[in-house]
C-alpha cells in the first residue's frame, strides 16, 4: 500500500506509470505529469499522492468522447 504523503524515487515511479524514465520526464517537460520535489543536487522525489492523482485521472473516461 502507497502511503499519500510517501516519496517515490524515479525507479517507483516507472513501475506504477509502466513507462521508462524518459518517457516521465517527457511528460513533465509536456506539462502532463507533475515535476519531482528536490531532496538535494542529485535526489529527485515525487510525492505519492500526485502520482496518484495523475494514475486516477488516466483512469476516468474523457468527458470530451462522452459530449
Not at 23 to 33: E, H, N, P, R, T
Not at 41 to 46: D, G
Amino acid at each position: 500500500t502507497i502511503h499519500p504523503e510517501q516519496r517515490l524515487n524515479i525507479q517507483a515511479v516507472e513501475v506504477l506509470l509502466g513507462v521508462k524514465r524518459s518517457k516521465v520526464y517527457s511528460l513533465i517537460k509536456a506539462g502532463k505529469f507533475p515535476a519531482p520535489e528536490r531532496d538535494g543536487p542529485k535526489c529527485s522525489r515525487w510525492r505519492a499522492a500526485d502520482v496518484l492523482d495523475y494514475l486516477q485521472s488516466k483512469r476516468e473516461p474523457a468527458r470530451e468522447a462522452v459530449l
